[in-house]
């Protein structure tokens, strides 16, 4: 298999190649088996239903795009926006990017309260 070089920034923040992979939940696929009618078996894989969105930060007062399941899409909403649902994730379950955004987050509103 090449070796496939990555650009400064994806090295910088320690981004990966796409993979199948939610931003937010961390949602990987699955393997599993494939069974027939007359019940023969074959490995298969379960991906996640990813879907490229723009989410929008009120406390960062800018749009996001993430690459998240549809799972993550209706959490999100429920929680009541991008801020709250980051505001409640676990660090080691976000993918760098969201990393990224949820230490931003968190600064801009500890900003905020202080001043």
């Known amino acids: 298999m090449p ?3 990555l650009p400064v920034s994806f090295i910088n923040l320690g981004l990966q190649a796409m993979s199948r992979r939610c931003d937010l939940t961390g949602k990987t696929a699955l393997v599993g088996n494939k069974v027939s009618h007359s019940n ?3 490995k298969r894989r379960f991906l996640p239903n ?7 930060s009120d406390s960062l007062g800018r749009s996001v795009r993430l690459r998240i399941s549809a799972n993550a899409l209706k ?4 929680r009541g926006g991008l801020d709250a649902f980051m505001a ?3 660090n080691d379950e976000l993918s760098p990017k969201a990393l990224v955004i949820k230490r931003a987050i ?7 309260a202080t001043a």
């Open 50 to 56: 990813l879907c490229n969105v723009t989410l929008i």
């Open 75 to 78: 959490t999100v909403d429920h």
């Open 88 to 90: 409640k994730a676990k």
């Open 3 to 5: 070796c496939v070089a």
């Open 106 to 112: 968190d600064k801009k509103l500890a900003s905020t």
């Open 40 to 42: 023969r078996k074959a």
